[in-house]
């Protein structure tokens, strides 16, 4: 296995020396479950890191799925970031309002897209406001830059290969929800899925990747998460959770430790949970 790549995470101390570097872009990609009754957007325009400009998660989307923020299409990526002032040769931060919760989804979205060199900041706005770190609520007006995208299909994996995933085994399925969700304990937060996980799949909760500040555990921490959950980090893994959000934590922590043999369910749970002729396990 390869060693870990640091440059996947920023700290704030990074950031805040490149803040008006004329190759970094910044990107609050702040995003709530629907019973969190807040809205990223709305919080970020009343304050934000200075230059940062907003990632809708639910907009940058595949606006035909009938499932919650779907990868849009290459072509609706590129525009939409191009319009960003995003483009070839930007070194991409992104970080969100909790610590780090959508902000590695966004993260992955850009690498399935093609462009590599984009990071999370560790501890997102939450580390940069407890460091006393400046914010303003000015929105830039970009200036539009050429982008080349081209989607990664082999980092994405959809129902038909889950379910050919949990009845071969030929690739790990690891679900990032709470033991709770996972175990078919406790309700999902959305109406109408069913309760329990995918057959087969391993459970390794988001959180317990996190420090209480909202940082990444170190790389031989994380590596622990996975191996007490039975994960081989040899064998290639599947990301899953409730959305295709969270999932894409583990998905960072996996490529800090050099895996790369990996790939995200983009419709996770929503969809999986969704319809009945789909085996679940609970317990």
């Not at 459970?203 to 007490?228: C, I, Q, W």
């Not at 583990?250 to 085996?279: C, I, K, Q």
Request: net charge negative; hydrophobic share 35%; with cysteine.
């Amino acid at each position: 296995m390869a060693t870990s790549d640091p440059n996947l995470l920023v700290s704030t101390d990074w950031l805040a020396e490149r803040l008006t570097a004329p190759d970094v872009r910044i990107l609050d990609a702040s995003y709530y479950l629907p019973g969190d009754k807040r809205n990223g957007y709305q919080e970020y325009r009343k304050a934000h890191i200075p230059g940062a400009r907003f990632f809708d998660i639910d907009d940058i989307a595949d606006s035909h799925s009938p499932l919650p923020h779907m990868l849009p299409p290459v072509e609706k990526f590129v525009s939409r970031v191009r319009r960003m002032g995003i483009g070839d040769g930007h070194r991409v931060v992104v970080y969100d309002q909790q610590g780090l919760f959508s902000a590695a989804r966004v993260w992955w979205t850009f690498r399935v897209f093609g462009h590599q060199d984009v990071a999370v900041l560790d501890g997102g706005l939450p580390k940069w406001l407890a460091e006393g770190r400046p914010v303003d609520d000015e929105e830039p007006d970009p200036r539009e830059r050429h982008f080349t995208g081209r989607r990664n299909a082999s980092m994405v994996r959809d129902v038909t290969q889950i379910a050919g995933a949990a009845k071969l085994r030929g690739e790990q399925i690891v679900d990032a929800r709470a033991p709770g969700r996972f175990r078919g304990e406790e309700p999902e937060p959305r109406a109408g899925l069913r309760a329990g996980h995918i057959p087969g799949s391993k459970n390794v909760h988001y959180a317990s990747l996190l420090n209480p500040d909202g940082t990444m555990k170190s790389v031989d921490e994380t590596r622990a998460a996975f191996e007490a959950a039975g994960v081989d980090l040899k064998q290639p893994v599947v990301t899953s959770c409730g959305s295709g959000v969270t999932a894409a934590i583990l998905t960072l922590a996996l490529h800090r430790m050099g895996h790369t043999r990996n790939a995200l369910y983009d419709g996770s749970w929503v969809e999986w949970g969704a319809y009945p002729d789909l085996a679940v396990e609970t317990g």
